[in-house]
């Protein structure tokens, strides 16, 4: 998912991570008051000022972080934030591929009946675009269509154009996924499958979180776990996998033991679980689903293959499961707020990452709190005091 449009770029050194610009990112929403965000690629010099909150963040990802101090340097300004670029890399605990290949608008072939396409929405929160497939030859479907962009959807229906597109999945409704879906439908006449629309109705609902979804999807046919739909020479499989957000979806296809994970796995990062809307007890539960699978491969929303997809899950098992073990040893030894837990879990830890490693604490404390092992004093989930059950 991202967050607003990228507006402005500035170039930076070394390219061999797949990047030639740094963005801008506008603002987005404020979802709390007390953090100061600020954005950076990794190896690079720089930092922009930009009031702004992302929902990638909760685990940090590779090219993002969120700051609690109280001034930010002037656009431009140079600030070295080359290390601690994930808090799981930091702590040595998963290896994550950054590597990727195919420019935006380029459809590529990565398999018998696999091809992608790259939206031109790179960033921190989206790496190098969002990551839209097409499944099949002559009669195909596309998943994850990506953001409303003119230039993604022409460079798809172009790519296209000798072939007919007869579905069109959608993981989540995340507003870098979703909504290239009606475009495409309205162009092709495709029926749009997959995730149920968000529900502003939840418990999320009134969150700022609101304002990542896509409240336009409507689609034809929702799915369920197990759902299959037939292609021409292909089908293709729901697996319902929440976490991230509450209505995420993957989808299997069997004929080359694949599955299409949105933004529940990724290579490039760990996902991200921000409650409300992300919850870490159904994210957890997700991952522990997968491993129950036999797939070999996973094309993921953003960057490229998972190509162990399960020796990756269980490091993510692991850093998590680890993570939560400090969260309760640092409440057992009577650090009772979210700063305190930082402070002594992420010792070390980079300052720059201290406002993700704290939605990320946040996060896990909601989880534990749900299961009866912890339990808040107070409604302000960043602000509260948490004290072992």
């Known amino acids: 998912m991202r967050a607003g449009k990228a507006s402005v770029h500035r170039k930076f050194g070394p390219v061999e991570n797949g990047y030639r610009y740094s963005y801008v990112?506008?603002?987005?929403?404020?979802?709390f008051a007390n953090l100061t965000p600020r954005w950076f690629f990794p190896n690079a010099?720089?930092?922009?000022?930009?009031?702004?909150?992302?929902?990638?963040?909760?685990?940090?990802t590779v090219y993002g972080c969120l700051s609690q101090a109280p001034r930010l340097p002037?656009?431009?300004q140079e600030i070295a934030m080359s290390d601690g670029f994930n808090l799981a890399v930091q702590a040595g605990e998963i290896s994550f591929d950054r590597s990727f290949f195919g420019a935006p608008g380029e459809l590529v072939r990565l398999s018998?009946?696999?091809?992608?396409?790259?939206?031109?929405?790179?960033?921190?929160?989206?790496?190098?675009?969002?990551?839209t497939y097409v499944v099949g030859t002559g009669e195909v479907a596309i998943i994850d269509p990506g953001p409303d962009r003119p230039d993604h959807i022409t460079a798809l229906l172009t790519?296209?154009?000798d072939e007919t597109i007869t579905a069109i999945y959608v993981t989540h409704t995340h507003k870098d996924h979703s909504p290239g879906a009606r475009a495409i439908k309205a162009a092709t006449g495709a029926r749009i499958l997959g995730c149920a629309p968000y529900d502003f109705t939840s418990r999320a609902a009134g969150n700022p979180i609101d304002a990542a979804h896509d409240s336009d999807y409507a689609p034809d046919t929702i799915l369920r776990d197990g759902g299959a739909i037939e292609g021409k020479n292909f089908s293709l499989i729901c697996v319902e996998t929440p976490g991230h957000a509450m209505n995420h979806q993957a989808f299997a296809l069997p004929q080359e033991n694949a599955l299409f994970s949105g933004d529940h796995v990724m290579a490039w990062s760990t996902s991200v679980v921000v409650p409300p809307d992300g919850a870490m007890r159904h994210y957890m539960a997700s991952l522990t689903k997968l491993l129950t699978r036999a797939d070999k491969i996973y094309w993921p929303g953003h960057g490229g293959p998972v190509k162990e997809p399960q020796s990756f899950v269980r490091a993510l098992i692991r850093h998590r499961r680890g993570r939560e073990k400090s969260i309760l040893s640092r409440l057992n030894a009577g650090d009772t707020t979210v700063p305190l837990i930082v402070a002594n879990v992420y010792k070390g830890l980079n300052p720059a990452l201290t406002g993700a490693a704290a939605l990320s604490v946040l996060a896990h404390l909601e989880d534990l709190v749900e299961r009866g092992l912890v339990r808040m004093e107070g409604s302000a989930a960043l602000g509260a005091i948490y004290r072992p059950a």
């Open 25 to 31: 990112i506008q603002p987005f929403v404020h979802l």
């Open 45 to 60: 010099k720089w930092c922009s000022p930009d009031p702004l909150i992302s929902f990638r963040l909760t685990t940090p």
């Open 74 to 76: 002037r656009d431009g």
């Open 112 to 131: 018998p009946l696999v091809r992608r396409i790259v939206a031109s929405n790179a960033g921190p929160m989206t790496f190098t675009g969002t990551c």
């Open 159 to 161: 790519a296209l154009h």
